[in-house]
């Protein structure tokens, strides 16, 4: 099966520090990845959209200049959280797109705690 | 916009029992539905998916049936097992849309 991997999966920082999460497919090249971010209680909500080679497209609500997202090769992409505050906090989810298929497979999450 | 009602939780169930998690959905034109698992400390897993009307996923042991007159998906198990403890997700990705929507969640927990 295809597998996605997520890192850090827990990650503590001080405000004002920026924090970079990797998601990583290991076994087929992801043209597009998404990240999402889940609150306590509450569903995933879709961050932003991925593509290989071109600028992230960001959902409607969310900062691009302090969610940096970087898509640099089929198999990486990146989540640089700048300039971190407590209300950042969260658990942060990419999932990946494998060719044309309709089906998602998702990292295991980050844990992300700004004190 | 489209969107998915979820059942809340918590929902607890003794070892063996019958479960069934609603989900509804509104979207336009013909969406692709999913349910997916999350177990603790892990990402979400596909459990199964309907890409049409009248169509049944399933998958250990699980069922849901796409239902377009109700606009339903709702997820169902015969008999659950302490392992199926978990948060289950109802989503959907509509046609010609790359994008997932999902609902809530609804974390299960099964006792022995």
């Known amino acids: 099966g295809a597998v996605v991997s997520q890192h850090p999966s827990r990650v503590i920082c001080k405000s004002g520090t920026s924090v970079k999460i990797e998601c990583r497919s290991l076994d087929f090249q992801a043209t597009t990845m998404f990240w999402y971010r889940q609150f306590p209680k509450q569903s995933l909500m879709l961050m932003a959209t991925s593509n290989e080679g071109s600028k992230a497209t960001y959902e409607q609500g969310v900062e691009k200049d302090k969610f940096l997202i970087n898509h640099a090769s089929l198999t990486l992409s990146t989540l640089t959280v700048t300039s971190a505050h407590p209300e950042d906090s969260s658990f942060y989810i990419c999932?990946?797109?494998?060719?044309?298929?309709?089906?998602?497979?998702f990292g295991q999450g980050t844990r992300l705690t700004v004190v | 916009g489209d969107s998915v009602t979820q059942m809340e939780g918590p929902v607890t169930l003794s070892e063996e029992a019958f479960l069934t998690i609603n989900c509804t959905y509104t979207a336009t034109g013909y969406p692709s539905l999913f349910w997916y698992v999350q177990y603790p400390g892990e990402g979400l897993q596909l459990l199964l998916k309907?890409?049409?009307?009248?169509d049944k996923g399933s998958n250990k042991g699980f069922e849901a049936t796409y239902r377009k007159e109700t606009t339903s998906f709702h997820l169902e198990k015969g008999s659950v097992q302490v392992s199926d403890s978990a948060v289950y997700f109802c989503a959907l990705n509509n046609f010609g849309n790359e994008k997932l929507t999902f609902g809530t969640g609804t974390r299960l927990t099964i006792i022995p």
């Open positions: 309907a890409t049409k009307a009248d």
């Open positions: 999932s990946a797109r494998r060719g044309l298929t309709t089906e998602a497979f």
